[in-house]
């Protein structure tokens, strides 16, 4: 079975550009995460759904910040415009949903977009 | 304060040593704790959840103490490949539980 896809791998861009990263989650999960990694602040939730629903974007840095999931099998991170300072690798991750509704332990996460803003 | 907090490393180590990692975490409503493996450049994956009772899977044992509030990794007999940055994590039920990660404690095992 695939696991989850995350394009692009890496991107290169300049500030100010719009950057869209991308991910398809394993078949038949709901809950879909958007991480992000730097060597300073380690891992950080950014936004999660939950049946395709944004459910907690509160990690969300800031306004340019924005995430869409129109549908089971695709998500969208998008960064507009771009600083710098998102220089990251994001990390798109997937889960099953336990039959109370909470998230299982067990997280599948994608390669990740490293993505680099000169 | 972080709410998952590891020593960051690295642990170096020669092959067949014994090493041990902790992990302290600050929710009182914690209810889960795993440990997750990263390799360099890659992505996080699940090692082992974390029992009460604590629990082991081959060379490695976890360990969890709520009085105190830390969990522990075990390695033991390490191997070359073995090396990695070793993620706590936590969720708690006030939290949603969602997982929150430590910032990972890295591990170079050496010939």
């Known amino acids: 079975d695939a696991g989850v896809i995350q394009s692009p791998r890496h991107e290169v861009t300049e500030m100010g550009q719009e950057v869209t990263l991308r991910c398809k989650p394993i078949?038949?999960?709901?809950?879909l995460f958007w991480y992000r990694q730097t060597m300073m602040r380690g891992l950080e939730l950014l936004i999660y759904f939950n049946n395709n629903v944004p459910i907690d974007d509160s990690g969300m840095p800031e306004d340019r910040f924005s995430a869409k999931m129109p549908n089971a099998s695709f998500s969208t991170l998008k960064i507009q415009p771009s600083e710098p300072r998102d220089s990251a690798v994001y990390f798109c991750?997937?889960?099953?949903?336990?039959?109370?509704?909470?998230?299982?332990?067990?997280?599948?996460f994608g390669e990740g977009s490293r993505l680099t803003v000169l | 304060r972080k709410e998952v907090e590891q020593d960051p490393g690295p642990f170096n180590v020669p092959e067949g040593a014994t090493v041990a990692f902790n992990c302290t975490y600050s929710?009182?409503?914690?209810?889960?704790f795993f440990w997750y493996r990263q390799d360099c450049r890659k992505e996080p994956k699940l090692l082992m959840s974390?029992?009460?009772s604590g629990n082991e899977d081959g060379r490695f044992t976890a360990q969890l103490n709520r009085a105190s509030q830390y969990i522990s990794l075990l390695i033991r007999d390490s191997k070359l490949s073995d090396s990695a940055t070793y993620l706590c994590?936590?969720?708690?039920?006030?939290?949603?539980?969602?997982?929150?990660f430590g910032g990972g404690t890295r591990l170079m095992v050496k010939p």
């Open positions: 994590v936590v969720s708690a039920s006030n939290a949603g539980n969602m997982l929150t």
């Open positions: 929710n009182s409503a914690s209810q889960s």
């Open positions: 078949s038949g999960h709901d809950y």
């Open positions: 974390v029992y009460s």
């Open positions: 991750a997937s889960s099953y949903g336990t039959s109370g509704g909470a998230v299982t332990g067990e997280l599948f």
